[in-house]
Structures are given as C-alpha cells and as structure tokens.
C-alpha cells in the first residue's frame, strides 16, 4: 500500500532509497528525526534541513538537476502518500474537483451525468499524464471553465459545505443522544436503588415502632416497593417512547433527498365522465312542504346532510329513462339473449338444476 | 380520458332493471307461455310418479311410510290432473300481489317496501309458476325479503308473529328460491321518488322560480292535486299492472300524472322537449307521448279505488281452488325439503360427491398445460 500514517515511520526495508534525502544524502539511519518535504510545484522529495538551508533566505531554485524551478518555503509541506505520483495526482483532482463541482441532481438523465463525469475525468489524465501539450490545453481548458460558470461553482461549493455541516451536526446530535440516555439510565438504576433501601429502612423503624403483625407490615411494605418500580418503569417507558419517535428521523441515513411532490389532482370517481343531466338543472332549492322542516331542522343539517343531494337525485329519477323506449330496444335483443336464457331457466326450474346460459350452473334449491 | 357525457337515458341503461327485467308484451306472454306448459308436464310427471309409488307401497306394505311421503301423496288427487292456463295464473299471481299490499298494510311497511315485494313476486313468476311454487307463501318471504333489500329493519321472529299460521322457518326456506328466481338482481327501480322531483320542479315552475313561459304560472294547486291523484296510482295500479316489465320509472311517473292532469302536464312536456327546436325533438315527443299513453291506458286498466267485485271474488276462489288441486305435489313441503337440502341425505349425498369429484378434476386439469378437456 502506497498510503502510510503520517506518524508511523515507513518501512525502510521496502526501499533503501526513501530513507536518503536525494540532495544532501543524509541518511535516516544517521539522523532518526529525517523528514521529507515536498514543495506541489515540481514533487521532488528532500529532507527538512535541505529546505531550511536553501530556502530560508528567499525563493530560490530547485536543487534537483535539470529542474530548475523557482520554490518558496511556504509551498513545502509533508507528502502524505509514500508515492509522489499519487500524492500529485491526488492534488490535481483536488484542484480540478473543486471547479467542476456539479451535482448529478442538476443533469436531467442519468446518461448525461455520465458524460460529464468521462469529460472531467479525461482533463484529469491529461493533467496527470499527458505531453506538455496536452496539460497548457487542459490547463487553458480548466481556466475557460472556471471563468464561465464562476457563480455556479460558488453555489455547488456552498450546498456541499452545508452538507458536510449537516452531517457533522447529526452525528453530534446523535452522540449526544446516546450519552444523554446512557446517564439517565444510570441515574435510573440508582434512584431505583436507593427506593429499595429507603423501603427497607421503612420498614425496620416500621417494625420496631407499631406493634402491628410483622408478617403483615412486611408484604405490605413489598408491594409498596414494587408498586413504586413498576411506576417508574412505565414512566421511563413513555419517555423513552417519546424519545424514540423524536429521534427516529435522526437514526436512518442514506435518505433520498425529498422532492416536493406535485400536487395531486382530487380523486374522480367517474373518471372523467361527464354527468351533467341533459332535460333539467337542477336549482339550488325547491319549496316542497315535506322537506319545510329539514330544511330548518339542525338535526337534519348536523349530520351533513344535504338538500342538494335529495334535490339532484329526485330529479334524475324523474328523467332517467324518460327517453328509453323498452319496446323497441328489447325488442331487439330479446332473440339474442335474455328472454331465452330465462325460458332455459324455466324449462329447467323443477327438473332438478337450473342452467343459466353456459357460464353459470346453479342447483335448484330443492 | 377525455370527458365523455353520460344521459340520463344511458344511465338508466345499466341498471338490471333494463338488462334484465324489461320485456316486450309479447317476449313476456312467451316466457310466461312456456313457463306454464313446462311446470304443466312436470306437474303431471309429478303426479304420475307419486301415484306408482303409493300403488308400489300400499301393494309391498301397509301405509307405513315417513312424514313427507304420506304427505305428498295425501296430496294428490284423483283422476287426470287439470291444470292452470296462462291466464288464469297471472290472475292469481296478481291476487297474491293485492295480499301482499294488505300484508304489508298490516305489518306497517313503507311503500317502497310494499312496492318491491309485489315486483319481486311478479319477477318471480315470470319464470316460475303457481303451480310448482305456492305463491301464498312465497308472499311472506318476498315481503320479508323486500325489507331487507329496502333497508328496514324487520325482526324476522316478529315478522312472523305479526302473520296468522306462519313459521320464520317457513319465511326462510323459500328464500333463496326466491333469489335465485329473481336472478340475484334485487334492485327494483320505482317511479315514488320521480313523482316527487317531477312534482318539485313543477311547483318551481308555478312559482316561476324556474322561467318558463307563462303558461304554467300560478297553478299551485292544480300541481298538488296531480301529484295526489298520480300517487294512488302509482302506490296500486302501477304495482299490479305489467308496467313495470314495459315502461321506465319516468315514464311510468309520467302516465301517471297525464291521467291525473293531461293538459298540465302536456305543457310541462312541451317545455321539456320544446316543439319548434328541430324535428328529432319533436319525433321524440311524439313517440314518447304515444308511449305515455299506452302506459296510461295499462295503469287505468286497474283502478286504484276499485274493490274487486263478487264476481272477481267467486272467480279467484275457485282458481284457488283450482289451484289447490293441481300443486306440483314434490314441491308443497318446502321447509322439509330444505331441511333435506341442507342436511343432504343419501340420494343428494351421492350427487354432492359426484359433483365435487367433477370440480376437482376440472380444477386438476386446469392446471394442466393445455388446459382442462373440452366437454362433450
């Protein structure tokens, strides 16, 4: 593994060469409190005293042959992985990362996400391993894009910061919360117990004082205890379920982020079938003498019940079929179906089962 | 989906009161035709096996033999067995539906209550007859049915008690007959609470609460005295009538109030369907006119005032006595027979077995890949 604590000492057996600083050739063996810098300009590796020798009096050059860039102090930190290349690669990404902050949430498909994401993956590798060229390009590249959408990175870099917040905060929430229950359940046991000696005590004066039956005094002061620990465990139940119902929304993780729903449409039970009546409108209130009283009644009106309901019913069935004449309509289906599988049923009817059609078969009752 | 406009006329359309039980004149004197001649020869059938039996039985063993049989036999008479005409039994089914009104009358029922149950015996007998099934008991259950269906409540121990000789085990045991001949459609469209709208709107319209010309102006009274008159007859004559197999509520409403006020409701039609607006409307109007006629004359055929005459007394007896005698004898002891139902004796066993052997075969091939075989 490339990665190793910043505290621990690397291995020297793995490379002879990390252990000797590459410009003053100062050994680890030597010098047990070694330490190598790196300056991100050019990665090259050297121990604490060279940077502190060369670099205190001012920007100067790097003293690796034929690299020749300009270095201050202030760049020089402790590399974190063991291999330089990833440590470098890992500060491009960073770099290029914090520019090209999209979210997938602000793609519409999935597909152009993905895009995105090759698009700024093959600027890292250019920036990584590509030829001179191909880094100015990716370079430029990054800089165009930077000064083009300068507001939109701002807006992404805040949202995660507040994200990171949020989730800082609930796991400090729910810290507190565990130990917050951890001591109440410890201060729990301990009035418990105190209860049951303070019941005991009682319980000696109680015997040495009243002349009363021992065993009497006793059982009842039992139960008293009991009685009193039962009360405190429904208590600390309630509380406890309370607890529970507040601080659920805190305990589940990996929430997909809410989006607010659209608002629904009010249920159609007929499915958008038009029922307006054709031959009457119904009005908003008829003088009928029978319905006088309802109208005024509370008791009719409390229920909510509606005269509009009495109204349009009465008045569909007034019309309902005005217009159907059974005459002609029957007429024409009666060969098809009904009166034959009725007449069926009645050739049937007091011979034992009655055959309804072909679909169903019923016993005669009797 | 877009939205699409449903008539009064389409809705009414859907109800089993359309699909089911609305008839021609003569697709219904057909059905009732036929379900005459068959319960005829099986009447005949009947009597014929009843009476080998009790040759078979008297010539093996002396009269011995259990409650039901001895019963049934008591029950046959002698000699060839002379059966109801077709027009006889309608006139028998009417008289039980007048004393299903007197019954229901007596127990107190609301009208719609009444109402149901004479159609749902008049339903009944379409496809059923006197003769197989006593329409004096089939009454009771239908009455006691109908309070159900129309939601009010009626104790059926106390439904029984109200009624002079009855059993609740005797209101039950045809009831499920009565159901099925109903055709599990228990819906029962009545043309009491149209009136009521029809009634309503035009008293708006004599109020001039609703615009209307002037014509139907200030006639109040005229309106109350229609809606009266239309009542009686819709609470009677429409009931014992065939109107209902013919005619929709609204129409039947309708007929009802043209013969209580023709010239009112004449006008009231007019404004409905407006004369001078095209000639589809008015083809309609006409038609529907010559319909509510008709349907008036049906409902005037049986007045709701008149008592039956002597004549009509002496006539109804004697079919009943007619009756009496040509009863399908298998069929008199409904409550044992549907005791034996359900409790399933040997016979009936057999069947049940055979039958339910049959289910599950279909079942098992059903599931086959290729489906169950295709029967014969």
């Known amino acids: ?366 | 989906m877009a939205p699409s406009s449903v008539s009064e006329d389409e809705r009414y359309r859907t109800s089993t009161q359309y699909r089911l039980w609305s008839f021609t004149p003569a697709s219904l004197l057909e059905l009732r035709t036929t379900t005459n001649r068959s319960a005829a020869n099986r009447v005949r059938d009947a009597v014929r096996r009843v009476r080998e039996a009790r040759a078979a039985s008297s010539g093996n063993t002396s009269e011995a033999d259990g409650g039901n049989e001895s019963r049934a036999v008591s029950a046959v008479p002698e000699g060839e067995v002379d059966c109801l005409s077709v027009e006889e039994e309608l006139k028998l089914v009417t008289h039980f539906c007048r004393q299903t009104l007197q019954l229901g009358d007596h127990l107190q029922v609301p009208t719609d209550v009444k109402a149901t149950a004479v159609q749902y015996i008049k339903r009944f007998y379409i496809t059923n007859s006197c003769m197989t099934y006593d329409p004096k008991t089939l009454l009771k259950t239908a009455l006691f049915f109908a309070t159900k269906t129309e939601n009010h409540y009626f104790r059926l121990t106390k439904f029984a008690e109200a009624i002079t000789a009855t059993k609740p085990e005797e209101i039950l045991a045809s009831e499920f007959l009565l159901t099925q001949g109903l055709r599990f459609t228990f819906d029962v469209r009545h043309p009491f609470r149209a009136l009521e709208g029809a009634v309503m709107e035009l008293q708006a319209m004599a109020n001039g609460h609703i615009p209307v010309g002037d014509k139907l102006r200030g006639m109040d009274r005229r309106v109350k005295e229609a809606h009266g008159k239309a009542r009686e007859y819709l609470k009677t004559s429409a009931l014992l009538t065939d109107v209902y197999f013919h005619y929709t509520p609204s129409q039947i409403m309708m007929a009802s109030l043209l013969i209580a006020d023709r010239q009112l409701i004449s006008l009231y039609l007019s404004s409905k369907l407006p004369p001078g607006s095209g000639s589809a409307n008015a083809a309609i109007s006409a038609k529907l006119m010559e319909a509510l006629d008709r349907c008036a004359a049906m409902l005037q055929s049986m007045e709701p005032g008149k008592e039956q005459s002597s004549e009509e007394k002496k006539e109804l007896s004697a079919l009943a006595k007619k009756l009496r005698k040509c009863r399908n004898p298998e069929k008199i002891d409904l409550v044992s027979l549907q005791r034996a139902k359900r409790e399933g004796d040997g016979e009936d066993e057999k069947v049940v077995k055979k039958r339910k052997l049959e289910r599950e075969r279909s079942a098992k091939e059903g599931e086959d890949v290729f489906g169950p075989t295709i029967p014969k």
């Open chain 1, 1 to 366: 593994m490339y990665r190793n604590g910043p505290k621990s000492a690397p291995d020297p057996s793995s490379n002879p060469l990390d252990d000797i600083c590459p410009v003053c050739k100062s050994n680890r063996y030597l010098n047990p409190s070694l330490q190598f810098l790196i300056n991100p300009e050019c990665y090259h590796k050297m121990c604490s005293t060279c940077v502190d020798r060369i670099f205190t009096s001012g920007p100067s050059s790097c003293p690796v042959p034929h690299c020749g860039r300009t270095l201050r102090k202030k760049g020089f930190r402790k590399a974190f992985f063991t291999d330089l290349h990833v440590e470098r690669e890992v500060d491009i990404r960073k770099r290029v990362s914090e520019v090209f902050n999209r979210r997938q949430d602000e793609f519409e498909t999935l597909l152009d996400w993905n895009n995105y994401l090759e698009e700024v993956e093959a600027l890292v590798f250019d920036l990584v391993e590509g030829s001179a060229a191909d880094k100015a390009r990716a370079e430029e590249k990054l800089k165009e894009y930077r000064d083009a959408y300068r507001e939109e990175i701002e807006g992404n870099k805040r949202v995660g910061k507040e994200e990171v917040e949020g989730e800082r905060r609930r796991e400090r929430a729910e810290r507190d919360g565990a130990r917050a229950r951890r001591l109440a359940v410890a201060r729990e046991a301990e009035e418990e117990k105190a209860d049951v000696e303070k019941g005991k005590r009682d319980l000696l004066e109680r015997l040495a004082n009243s002349d009363g039956d021992a065993s009497a005094i006793t059982r009842q002061a039992q139960k008293v205890i009991l009685k009193k620990s039962s009360a405190r465990r429904n208590i600390t139940e309630e509380a406890s379920e309370s607890n529970g119902s507040a601080n659920s929304g805190l305990t589940i993780r990996g929430l997909k982020k809410r989006v607010t729903p659209v608002e629904e449409k009010p249920y159609d039970p007929f499915g958008g079938v038009d029922l307006t009546p054709a031959r009457y409108t119904v009005q908003e209130s008829y003088d009928n003498e029978w319905l006088g009283n309802a109208k005024k009644d509370m008791r009719h009106m409390a229920g909510g019940y509606s005269l509009q309901e009495y109204y349009a019913r009465t008045m569909f069935e007034a019309f309902s079929g005005l217009g159907v004449f059974i005459e002609e309509e029957v007429a024409d289906r009666g060969q098809k179906s009904d009166p034959l599988v009725a007449t069926a049923a009645a050739a049937e009817a007091s011979k034992g089962e009655i055959n309804l059609g072909h679909k169903m078969e019923l016993d005669d009752v009797f």
